[in-house]
C-alpha cells in the first residue's frame, strides 16, 4: 500500500512539474514563453487610420514579425511594438502584455502601461502606481502617485508629495524626504534640500557632494553643470570644479561628447568639460554613431566628432533614430518628403515620401503617395502592405 501511495504521489508531481514548466514564462518551448530577442510590430487593420479617414474606434490592431509574417490578426484596440519581449495591448480599455507568439501573459487589468525594461514595466491602476515583473506580478505595490523610469538601478517614487528611491527589486532604499528629485546617473541623483537649494546624493541616501547649488543637471560620463550664484561650471563626482565655461544648458554624453548652449549657439564639450567642437549651430541633437544632426540657417545636416560637416545642410529636420537608421525630411506643410539614411550618412532611401515613420524593432512604416502604406526592412525591401 505505501509503495502505491509512493508512486502514485511520484506521478501527480511529475504531471505538476510538466504543467508548471510548461507554462514557465521563461520556458523555451512554450507559446507562453518570453523570448526577449524575438521582436513584434503592431500593425492597424486599415491603413485609413494613418490617414484620418476612419475613426480610432473602427481601427483594430494586430502584429507582424520582423519578416512581415502575421503573428496576430488585428483584434486589439490599440497596441505597441514588442520591447524586451513583450508587446502591451488594450481590450476594454484596460492594458496587457502579450509575448511575441501573440499569447496573452499578463491579462488586461490595468488603466495605463509603459514597456519592459530590464525585466520590470510601471503600470498603472486605480490612479496608483506600481512596477511588475514579467509574470504580471507587482514587485513594487500599487501605492505611489507615481514612480520614475529606472536609472542606474534606481526608481524614484513619489508618495505624499515627496521623493525617496527604491531598486529594481521593489526594495525600498531612500525612504520619501524629498520635496524635489532628479534620477540616478552615475551613481549620484540630484536633490533639493532646501527652497532654493540642490546637492546630490549617493545610492544610500546620503549626500556625496557636500555643496549646496541653485541649480543642476544629472551627471553624464562623471560630469554635471551647476550653477552657483550667478556662476555656471562642471564638477566631476566628487564635487570638484573642473572648468567654468559661460554656459547655458548642457545635454547628455554620447560619444564621449555632449551639447552645450552657450550665447544661444550649441555646440560640444568632452569628458574633461573643454569645448570640443566650438559653439555655432541653432539646434543639435546627441551623437549616434559618430555622426550627430546639427542646425545651421534653419537647415539640418550631420557632422562627425571632429566637427567636420559630412552631409550638408538640407534638411528640414532629422527626427529621432532607431537601429542606425535616420528619418530626415525636406519641405514643408503638403510638399513634405521623407527618406532615410544609415549610420555612414548615405541615403538608403532618398526623401521622395508622402509618409514615414522612424524605424522600430528592424521596421519602418512607409507611404509613396499618402494612400497606400507598407513596412519595409532595414534594406528597403517591402515586407508587408496594409489593408486600403
Excluded at 253 to 263: C, E, R, T
Aim: proline content about 3%; glycine content about 10%; overall charge positive.
Amino acid at each position: 500500500m505505501k509503495k502505491n501511495k509512493f508512486i502514485l504521489f511520484t506521478a501527480i508531481f511529475i504531471m505538476i512539474s510538466l504543467v508548471f514548466n510548461g507554462c514557465s514564462y521563461n520556458s523555451s518551448s512554450s507559446n507562453t514563453s518570453i523570448n526577449i530577442n524575438k521582436k513584434i510590430i503592431a500593425f492597424p487593420s486599415n491603413s485609413k487610420y494613418y490617414t484620418g479617414l476612419t475613426s480610432m474606434d473602427k481601427v483594430k490592431w494586430g502584429f507582424i514579425d520582423e519578416s512581415g509574417n502575421v503573428v496576430v490578426k488585428p483584434k486589439y484596440d490599440s497596441a505597441t511594438n514588442s520591447n524586451d519581449g513583450l508587446a502591451i495591448v488594450t481590450l476594454n480599455g484596460k492594458k496587457g502584455y502579450i509575448n511575441s507568439n501573440g499569447v496573452m501573459v499578463i491579462n488586461p487589468q490595468f488603466d495605463a502601461a509603459d514597456q519592459f525594461k530590464d525585466g520590470i514595466a510601471r503600470v498603472f491602476i486605480n490612479k496608483k502606481c506600481g512596477y511588475i515583473d514579467m509574470t504580471g506580478k507587482f514587485i513594487i505595490k500599487p501605492i505611489y502617485d507615481l514612480l520614475g523610469n529606472i536609472s542606474d538601478g534606481m526608481i524614484s517614487t513619489w508618495l505624499n508629495k515627496k521623493y525617496g528611491f527604491a531598486d529594481t527589486t521593489g526594495k525600498i532604499i531612500i525612504k520619501s524626504q524629498f520635496s524635489d528629485a532628479n534620477d540616478f546617473h552615475d551613481g549620484l541623483a540630484l536633490v533639493r534640500v532646501s527652497d532654493n537649494h540642490y546637492t546630490y546624493i549617493n545610492k544610500k541616501g546620503t549626500i556625496a557632494i557636500d555643496k549646496q547649488f541653485i541649480s543642476g543637471s544629472d551627471f553624464s560620463e562623471n560630469l554635471a553643470m551647476v550653477k552657483t550664484n550667478d556662476s555656471l561650471g562642471f564638477i566631476d563626482t566628487n564635487g570638484n570644479f573642473i572648468a567654468e565655461p559661460k554656459a547655458n544648458y548642457m545635454l547628455s554624453f554620447s560619444d564621449g561628447l555632449a551639447p552645450i548652449l552657450i550665447h544661444n549657439e550649441w555646440g560640444f564639450i568632452d569628458t574633461k568639460g573643454n569645448i570640443a567642437i566650438n559653439p555655432q549651430y541653432q539646434g543639435v541633437q546627441a551623437f549616434e554613431d559618430k555622426l550627430a544632426a546639427v542646425e545651421i540657417n534653419h537647415k539640418w545636416g550631420f557632422i562627425n566628432t571632429n566637427g567636420t560637416m559630412i552631409v550638408k545642410p538640407q534638411f528640414e529636420y532629422v527626427f529621432p533614430s532607431e537601429d542606425g537608421i535616420k528619418l530626415v525630411s525636406k519641405g514643408t506643410g503638403i510638399n513634405s518628403r521623407y527618406g532615410y539614411m544609415d549610420k555612414n550618412g548615405n541615403y538608403m532611401l532618398p526623401p521622395s515620401l508622402k509618409y514615414a515613420k522612424s524605424f522600430s524593432n528592424g521596421l519602418g512604416l512607409i507611404s509613396k503617395d499618402g494612400f497606400n502604406f507598407e513596412y519595409i526592412d532595414a534594406k528597403g525591401k517591402v515586407i508587408f502592405k496594409l489593408n486600403t
